[in-house]
């Protein structure tokens, strides 16, 4: 028969203790469930209102008009659309390969001193109030476009997109690097072991392994560009048009007119019809159902990214 004394049982907590640690998860699913809610709560009143303008206006109509002028009640998507995709374009051109180029830098090359003030110099720029990007586009974007030969008008979409390129910058860099940080350094230094330079690694190594992350900052980026209201608000004029396709690169100098730039028109008009004020959760629904879709891309390539090093 042994005569060993059983020891302290290290599993068991205070009764007091399990409560507090009930009562914090509790909590925070409270919290977690409390996002969701409201997420869920925007898109029902979004739709909503929606199903009211769609009861009135032809959704065929809505989604292939050309003219979009609330006080004459045409209430076309494409010339919104149109404005929206230069902006997406003009500042993806701008942000992807800067961003990327960013992170590059700093995962691959940089000493810890100059990452130290890089990327706090990086993170500045996501912190900039978007409205003073606008304001640096009208005030001295446009006219030093004109300075060097670009006839662009007083409002014009190139200043704006530029400026929104500019802002999602950081975005891209951010989530980049930590992509390319992610990466085994096994990976590495096996082809530093076969003779590679850095340059070699990082081209034929790094950021190969790091795509699926690499893309999912573009995603995200170019979601963030499409949602943008002040910059093009304040620079982007308020001229819904569409696209000349005879003349593509005319459209640039000219004043366009976004999803959101439309929403914030008919917000703060003194006088707007029941039927285009429902509009404005229209555009808002469709700019909600582009943007998740985009985000839910996102998270799909960022899962398969973290299946490959786990």
Same mark, same amino acid.
């Given at each position: 028969?042994?005569?060993?004394?059983?020891?302290?049982?290290?599993?068991?907590?205070?009764?007091?203790?399990?409560?507090?640690?009930?009562?914090?998860?509790?909590?925070?699913?409270?919290?977690?469930?409390?996002?969701?809610?409201?997420?869920?709560?925007?898109?029902?009143?979004?739709?909503?209102?929606?199903?009211?303008?769609?009861?009135?206006?032809?959704?065929?109509?809505?989604?292939?008009?050309?003219?979009?002028?609330?006080?004459?009640?045409?209430?076309?998507?494409?010339?919104?659309?149109?404005?929206?995709?230069?902006?997406?374009?003009?500042?993806?051109?701008?942000?992807?390969?800067?961003?990327?180029?960013?992170?590059?830098?700093?995962?691959?090359?940089?000493?810890?001193?100059?990452?130290?003030?890089?990327?706090?110099?990086?993170?500045?720029?996501?912190?900039?109030?978007?409205?003073?990007?606008?304001?640096?586009?009208?005030?001295?974007?446009?006219?030093?476009?004109?300075?060097?030969?670009?006839?662009?008008?007083?409002?014009? %979409? *190139?200043?704006? !997109?530029?400026?929104? +390129?500019?802002?999602? =910058?950081?975005? @891209?860099?951010?989530? #980049?690097?930590?992509? $390319?940080?992610?990466?085994?350094?096994?990976?590495?230094?096996?082809?530093?072991?076969?003779?590679?330079?850095?340059?070699?690694?990082?081209?034929?190594?790094?950021?190969?392994?790091?795509?699926?992350?690499?893309?999912?900052?573009? %995603? *995200?980026?170019? !979601?963030?560009?499409? +949602?943008?209201?002040? =910059?093009?608000? @304040?620079?982007?004029? #308020?001229?819904?048009? $569409?696209?000349?396709?005879?003349?593509?690169?005319?459209?640039?100098?000219?004043?366009?007119?976004?999803?959101?730039?439309?929403?914030?028109?008919?917000?703060?008009?003194?006088?707007?019809?029941?039927?285009?004020?429902?509009?404005?959760?229209?555009?808002?629904?469709?700019?909600?159902?582009?943007?998740?879709?985009?985000?839910?891309?996102?998270?799909?390539?960022?899962?398969?990214?973290?299946?490959?090093?786990?």
């Amino acid at each position: 028969m042994s005569t060993e004394t059983p020891g302290p049982d290290i599993t068991s907590r205070p009764r007091g203790r399990a409560a507090r640690e009930r009562m914090y998860r509790y909590v925070l699913l409270l919290c977690a469930s409390l996002s969701i809610l409201v997420t869920l709560s925007i898109v029902v009143l979004l739709a909503r209102d929606a199903v009211t303008f769609f009861t009135i206006v032809d959704p065929l109509a809505f989604f292939g008009g050309t003219e979009f002028q609330i006080n004459r009640d045409q209430f076309g998507l494409l010339p919104l659309l149109s404005g929206t995709l230069i902006v997406t374009v003009i500042s993806a051109a701008i942000a992807l390969p800067t961003g990327v180029a960013a992170a590059v830098y700093l995962s691959e090359y940089a000493s810890d001193r100059a990452r130290s003030i890089l990327k706090p110099g990086l993170e500045i720029l996501a912190g900039i109030p978007t409205v003073v990007y606008g304001i640096f586009a009208l005030v001295y974007v446009t006219p030093f476009l004109r300075a060097i030969g670009i006839p662009v008008n007083t409002f014009n %979409i *190139l200043s704006a !997109s530029i400026l929104v +390129g500019i802002m999602i =910058i950081p975005m @891209v860099s951010s989530l #980049s690097e930590d992509a $390319m940080s992610s990466v085994p350094d096994s990976l590495r230094q096996a082809g530093y072991g076969v003779g590679a330079t850095k340059y070699e690694v990082t081209k034929g190594i790094v950021v190969p392994a790091a795509a699926s992350g690499i893309f999912s900052s573009f %995603i *995200l980026a170019l !979601s963030r560009a499409i +949602g943008e209201t002040m =910059i093009v608000v @304040v620079a982007a004029g #308020s001229r819904a048009q $569409m696209l000349n396709l005879s003349e593509p690169l005319q459209n640039v100098y000219e004043g366009f007119q976004p999803m959101t730039a439309a929403m914030v028109q008919i917000n703060s008009a003194d006088s707007v019809s029941q039927i285009g004020f429902t509009s404005m959760f229209a555009i808002g629904l469709t700019l909600f159902a582009v943007t998740f879709l985009l985000n839910l891309a996102s998270n799909r390539i960022a899962a398969r990214y973290r299946e490959e090093y786990e």
